[in-house]
């Protein structure tokens, strides 16, 4: 009889349309909730890769978790319930920030109905687990964000050149839309500089200063949790899925570095404007020493290195019972590691190869051609190219902006003495100058140079005919073209 009522019962809920507005969403049930050997699994409408795009399409990361760093993290492992009818609910939030756990309660609130799970053929409630990003692979900042930047379109564009200037009203509607996003994403280099120079356009010079302060605040401490990381594990880079935001690429730190220092000096603050632009020299001269600009094509990321290394460790570890091959359990278990390859893993098979405990020839062969692989990364590293070059014209900048001409001219004639530097950089250096030399009467006009590059662009206000906003802006983009003529800042603040 039981048997029969609960066919009729399934029968009935096939039966009748469901809609996910119509159901008793907090009801969760507490008895008979399968959590495996069940026949078929849940299905999300679109499967796995459906699920995901709903969350990237609704999930609003919280500005507070994603400031709070000791609860910020990419993804999420959901432990929740599908019921029979195809609702989701009972989300455990235990480990999760509060806010965090809030805005998923909201998603829950209005997720479409899944496919139930079933055994022989009847649906019915299961507790399962899914793990879903917050984040976006390419950007590194949450979806919701990313979503805001996008529609932002050419607005961040630091190069854009706004002939007609804007009118006030236009600036402060674009100021709070890039605040809502700085808001969250403070290190978000990409939208804060442009908002800092904005900010100094409209002569709100204490919030430039603050918005630029936190951004580079914010990179920095990304910067330097990257390297502490890559040198606890200089494979960091290679991990699979791995979430990196994009400002941790050098390009933007000096982006946030020297915006910081045009800001400063803007408003008047000398102590500070004295020190940002020594910084911005330092973090300049770091990115040289590193070759840090673009992603290098080094060992960490060549796809023909890591599958080489992939195949090491399997012979190394998984086909431990060849031949050769005298690792014992615990060894093998500290070689493998997790299953990922890295250079610790690397570095103790060369040293089981040294010692005789493995010996195979293919992996001679994988290691010789491992060498030879980091032996033309290294030689790559040590060739300048067109970024390099730049990173000099930059440094060059900042000690016009910090130290005036002299201190410019002497930096061309040191890099023209030195012995080790190339003929490439020297004859950069050369045309540098020959440039400068061209536009010398308008760089001496220190005040509008910094003027125009502290600001986004000239703005005026509600009512000044056309004529006039011409004019203003072409006074304004005159020093801006001199410098940018100069100098690589279309390079820099390329953000596209």
């Known amino acids: 009889m039981k048997s029969f009522l609960l066919i009729c019962t399934t029968l009935l809920l096939m039966a009748v349309p469901l809609h996910s507005q119509d ?3 907090d009801s969760v049930p507490n008895i008979h909730v399968y959590t495996k050997n069940i026949g078929e699994i849940p299905i999300f409408p ?64 209005f997720m479409p109905l899944w496919e139930p799970a079933t055994i022989r053929g009847m649906p019915v409630d299961v507790r399962m687990g899914k793990r879903v990003f917050l984040t976006s692979r390419h950007t590194g900042f949450p979806f919701s964000v990313d979503r805001m930047v996008k529609a932002l379109g050419s607005t961040i564009d630091q190069n854009r050149n706004y002939r007609k200037g804007i009118v006030k009203e236009s600036a402060e509607s674009m100021a709070m839309r890039m605040r809502e996003i700085v808001d969250i994403t403070p290190e978000n280099v990409e939208v804060a500089s442009p908002l800092a120079r904005l900010n100094v356009s409209l002569g709100r010079y204490d919030e430039a200063v603050d918005v630029a302060g936190k ?79 673009r992603k290098r094509n080094n060992r960490d990321n060549n796809n023909l ?82 970024d390099s070059l730049y990173l000099y014209g930059l440094r060059a900048m900042v000690l016009e902006l910090s130290g005036g001409q002299q201190a410019v001219e002497q930096y061309i004639e040191y890099i023209h003495q030195r012995e080790d530097v190339g003929k490439k950089l020297k004859s950069y250096m050369a045309k540098l100058a020959e440039k400068r030399q061209q536009h010398a ?56």
């Not at 500005?63 to 000791?70: N, Y």
């Not at 012979?315 to 990922?340: C, F, I, K, M, P």
Request: proline share 3%; hydrophobic share 35%; aromatic share 10%.
């Open 441 to 496: 009467e308008t760089l001496e006009n220190r005040e509008m140079i910094v003027h125009s590059l502290a600001s986004l662009a000239p703005v005026s206000e509600e009512g000044t005919n056309r004529k006039e906003r011409k004019q203003e802006a072409k006074e304004f983009y005159k020093y801006r073209d001199a410098m940018a003529d100069v100098y690589p800042l279309e390079w820099l603040w390329k953000t596209k």
């Open 215 to 293: 951004s580079l605040k914010g990179i920095t401490r990304l910067v330097e949790k990257m390297k502490k990381r890559k040198e606890e594990d200089p494979w960091f880079y290679a991990q699979p899925n791995l979430i990196l935001p994009t400002n941790s690429d050098g390009q933007y730190y000096i982006d946030a570095a020297l915006v910081y220092a045009l800001v400063c000096d803007a408003a008047g603050l000398e102590n500070e404007t004295e020190e940002a632009y020594r910084h911005a020299l330092d973090v300049i001269d770091e990115r040289i020493y590193l070759k840090d600009v």
């Open 23 to 25: 159901l008793n969403r």
């Open 46 to 109: 679109g499967g796995r890769s459906g699920l995901q795009r709903f969350v990237a399409k609704h999930f609003v990361y919280p500005a507070e978790a994603w400031q709070d760093t000791s609860s910020q993290y990419s993804n999420d492992l959901l432990s929740f319930v599908v019921r029979r009818d195809g609702v989701a609910c009972g989300l455990k939030g235990d480990k999760m920030h509060p806010a965090v756990y809030k805005e998923w309660q909201r998603l829950f609130s």
């Open 305 to 386: 290195y890591r599958s080489l290394a992939v195949e090491k460790r399997d012979l190394a570890v998984l086909n431990s019972r060849t031949s050769g091959n005298q690792l014992n359990r615990s060894e093998r278990e500290d070689v493998y590691r997790h299953g990922w390859v890295g250079g610790e893993n690397m570095d103790k098979i060369d040293k089981a190869m040294k010692e005789g405990k493995v010996d195979n020839p293919r992996l001679r062969q994988i290691s010789t051609h491992m060498k030879e692989i980091e032996e033309e990364s290294r030689y790559r590293q040590r060739s300048i190219g067109k």
